[in-house]
Structures are given as structure tokens and as C-alpha cells.
């Protein structure tokens, strides 16, 4: 998110990220663990000491809180002990968000049999404010994350699901709203066999043509502005032994699909709105573009089959979404505004550091 600390962006890889030891083939992808293997929502518990976890003082430090999640519906009624520390940048500050984000820590349960099995710790997407405008940014933000899996394998896994939750300290709901979990990233880097690169300066010119090409057309369909693969801005950098980097995108609050009302583009954009979409990729070689534009071409129809399986979101969260992809797909059917708003707005010279 725009003016973010680099030290907001370092704890969330101190968290994430280990050094992923012996990559393994590539050509052996190993399956989603059971958090990620369904699509339909979970409905789960969660309980804390919220009204310390709420209170800024809280949002400002690194210290971990112990609470529990509960499966809503499970036979056993199995509680699993976990860890909550608050997380991100934009949203910790100056009272933009009423609710804060977590990571999840579930090392210290006995996972075995459950959703959970094989997880360590999560990041947990919420709603900012009790608003239902907010509950609509979650779902929306959910749909960037699917997409992208359609659109590649390199990419974090999600789950979504309805949470209740409770004060550890007295029976009291504060509230009951969805929102979703996000693969680890040691997790993804073990289903895929890579290892996280941790570079002062990353050129994307220089990664795979093909998942840079994808991940930077992919931020243009949304209108996401908000990031940057040359210096790990809301981007993982990967790398499969032997072969090029690629980056793998996340933290989509900010763009044009999820429309929240706390976002704004960067003022270096000259626009007014984050709908507005300006392509950020970098310039390769026509052949490769050729290929990624083809590549969501052929996408189409499984993008458009993935908004009618969310039957559980509101049918104003589906329509907006459908209408903004069909009109970033107007733009790829077009050679006009292709070359107009896509292959001419290509960038060169040396990656810049952004607001």
C-alpha cells in the first residue's frame, strides 16, 4: 500500500518467509494441503482477547496473543489453541480500520484430522469496519486472490470463511463477518519447489517472461497500482532451480476490483480513482506478450464459470466484479486500445522506488 514502511514490509517476511531448504523437482508439485484443497467457505470461531488485539497500543507491537479457533458443525467440538499477532501497515494507522488483521499462528495445536493439518502460520485477511461495505472489499479482494490461481499455479493459495468472534474474556460476540485465510509462503514455495530471493533490487525485465507477463497484465485487469516486483512491494520473488525469477503477487485492497473507499491511487498517476487502470509492466519481447494475452484469452471462460460458484456473496459483489472483467477484456479485443493502454505504456530504463 502506498508511503508503507519498509519496516512494516520486513516483519511480514520475518514472519513468512525461512530460507526454503532442497527445493525439490519441479515437475513434482505437491497437492494444496486441506485448508486450500475445497472451495466452499468454512465456518469457524475465533476467540481472543479482542479488546486488547482491538486497542491501538496492541496494533503497534509485535507481541503474540493466545486465543483458539473452534470448527462450527464439528462433531468432536475439537478447540484448537492458537496465537494471533497483529499485522499490516496502512491499516494499523491513523484510525483507518476499526479491526485489525492477523497472522495465525497453529504450531502449538494438534492439528491432525483438521482443516489445519500441515499449517503453521497464516495470514488471516478481515473485514477493516463493521460496515457491510467492508464485508463486499473482503469478498472482492477474495476474488482477485482466485483468480490469479486460475490464471497460473505460482500463485497463494486462499480460503474463505465466516468467522465468529469471541472475547476470550467474557462471552461476548464481537462480531460475525467472512473473511480469509492466505497459503504461507514457505508453504507455496514447498508445493512448487522454489526458493524465496531476497534481493536489494530486482529487475522484472530480467524474470520470466511469462509469469512477469502474466502477474503484470493480471494487476492491470484489477487496476492495481499498488505494488512493485523490483523491490518486493505487495510481491514474493521465487525462483525454480536452474531458472529465471518470477514474482507472485498479493495484498489486492487497493485495487480497482475491490474499490475500497479508503484507497486512492498514488498522485505519480495523475488519476481520481484506483479504477482507472494503468499498466505497470515492463517491456519484453512481442513474441512473449503475444503469448500472455493469449494465455487470458483462453482463461475467459474459467474467470467468468469462477464468479457464478460464489453464490454465497452478495449478487451486487458478482455483478460489479463481472462488469469490471468484461471491461478489461474489452480492452484486449480491441488492438486498438491494446497497443493504446497496454503495449505502449510498457516501461524501460531502471526500476524507480515508488511513493
Not at 488471516?124 to 463493521?130: A, D, E, K, S, W
Not at 479485443?333 to 530504463?349: F, M, N, V, W, Y
Amino acid at each position: 500500500m502506498p508511503n508503507r514502511s519498509a519496516r512494516s514490509v520486513a516483519i511480514i517476511f520475518a514472519v513468512l518467509l525461512s530460507p526454503v531448504a532442497g527445493a525439490g523437482d519441479a515437475e513434482e508439485l505437491k497437492a494444496p494441503l486441506a485448508l486450500f484443497a475445497a472451495a466452499e467457505p468454512l465456518e469457524l470461531t475465533l476467540t481472543a482477547d479482542f479488546k486488547t488485539l482491538r486497542s491501538r497500543k496492541s496494533w503497534e507491537s509485535d507481541r503474540w496473543h493466545e486465543g483458539s479457533i473452534s470448527l462450527e458443525g464439528d462433531l468432536a467440538q475439537r478447540v484448537l489453541p492458537v496465537r494471533l499477532r497483529v499485522r499490516g501497515g496502512f491499516r494499523t494507522r491513523d484510525d483507518n480500520c476499526n479491526f485489525p488483521q492477523f497472522f495465525v499462528d497453529v504450531t502449538g495445536a494438534d492439528t491432525l484430522g483438521t482443516v489445519f493439518e500441515g499449517q503453521e502460520i497464516l495470514a488471516l485477511t478481515t473485514h477493516c469496519r463493521g460496515s457491510s461495505v467492508y464485508s463486499r472489499y473482503i469478498h472482492r479482494e477474495f476474488i482477485a486472490y482466485r483468480i490469479y490461481n486460475l490464471l497460473t499455479d505460482k500463485s497463494l493459495r486462499v480460503r474463505s470463511a465466516l468467522f465468529t468472534y469471541m472475547r476470550s474474556d467474557k462471552p461476548v460476540k464481537v462480531a460475525r463477518r467472512y473473511g480469509f485465510f492466505v497459503e504461507h509462503f514457505d508453504a507455496m514455495a514447498s508445493r512448487l519447489g522454489t526458493r524465496h530471493v531476497d534481493l536489494d533490487v530486482f529487475h522484472p525485465a530480467a524474470g520470466d517472461a511469462f509469469e512477469m507477463g502474466v502477474l503484470e497484465l493480471f494487476e492491470f485487469m484489477i487496476g492495481n497500482t499498488d505494488f512493485s516486483a523490483a523491490y518486493e512491494h505487495n510481491i514474493v520473488l521465487m525462483q525454480l532451480p536452474g531458472q529465471k525469477i518470477f514474482g507472485v503477487p498479493y495484498d489486492f485492497d487497493f485495487s480497482g476490483l475491490v474499490n475500497a473507499r479508503y484507497a486512492a491511487p498514488a498522485s505519480q498517476f495523475r488519476t481520481r480513482s484506483v479504477r482507472t487502470r494503468i499498466y505497470r509492466g515492463w517491456c519484453r519481447d512481442e513474441a512473449d506478450f503475444d503469448e500472455v494475452v493469449a494465455h487470458f484469452q483462453t482463461k475467459r471462460a474459467e474467470i467468468f464459470e469462477l464468479l457464478d460458484e460464489f453464490d454465497w456473496m452478495p449478487v451486487v459483489v458478482i455483478k460489479d466484479a463481472e462488469q469490471y472483467l468484461r471491461s478489461f477484456y474489452d480492452v484486449l479485443d480491441s488492438p486498438r486500445e491494446l497497443d493504446r493502454q497496454i503495449r505502449t505504456k510498457c516501461a524501460t530504463g531502471v526500476p524507480v522506488r515508488g511513493e
